[in-house]
């Protein structure tokens, strides 16, 4: 099974809906990641959050709100969904205290914004 | 704040050929630098890292890259090109006192020709 896993794998909605994607990962890392990935700009950081009770706005927040529920689950929302939206996003998950500097990425979501 | 530039979007070489893709950074402390790769319709997957120690470092599938601090580079290179290493490639570097927030460059998709 995949440590880090991310649903829905592909969505399709409609500007001014309100969607959320979910990551989820049994690697037991503290630290947990969003970025959306566009065509010739790499990934940009969303959010990201050291523990359940450390949130922090990335690069790219305005738009996005996200929800750690458990050390394992981090949430992803977009309350009003616009075109501009449209990307592939990634979670992904770390622990460097532990010596795990490396990020962890699951399969992405593939949001389509109409 | 910290960067990474990737030049060309896409590079193309025959398979057996010698595969350079080119990654320059800026940092104001000693980075750690990763390299990830993408294959279609998949996450992102970790070829190599560097983390202060040896300078030359060797990843999966046979790919390597060479940390040179005065060039501020960390270039990838697989001596052969194999049809399956046809993906994108995306360097990245983290600030060791931000967080392990990873910094990504736009990324290098690398086409191998029969």
Known sequence: DADVTQTPRNRITKTGKRIMLECSQTKGHDRMYWYRQDPGLGLRLIYYSFDVKDINKGEISDGYSVSRQAQAKFSLSLESAIPNQTALYFCATSDPPSGEETQYFGPGTRLLVL | ?114
């Not at chain 2, 893709?21 to 279609?40: A, E, G, I, T």
């Not at chain 2, 049809?83 to 990504?104: I, R």
């Open chain 2, 1 to 114: 704040a910290q960067s990474v530039t990737q030049l060309g979007s896409h590079v193309s070489v025959s398979e057996g050929a010698l595969v350079l893709l080119r990654c320059n950074y800026s940092s104001s402390v000693p980075p750690y630098l990763f390299w990830y790769v993408q294959y279609p319709n998949q996450g992102l997957q970790l070829l190599l890292k560097y983390t202060s120690a040896a300078t030359l470092v060797k990843g999966i599938n046979g790919f390597e890259a060479e940390f040179k601090k005065s060039e501020t580079s960390f270039h990838l290179t697989k001596p052969s090109a194999h049809m399956s290493d046809a993906a994108e490639y995306f360097c990245a570097v983290s600030d060791q006192g931000a967080g392990n927030m990873l910094t990504f460059g736009g990324g290098t998709r690398l086409m191998v020709k029969p």
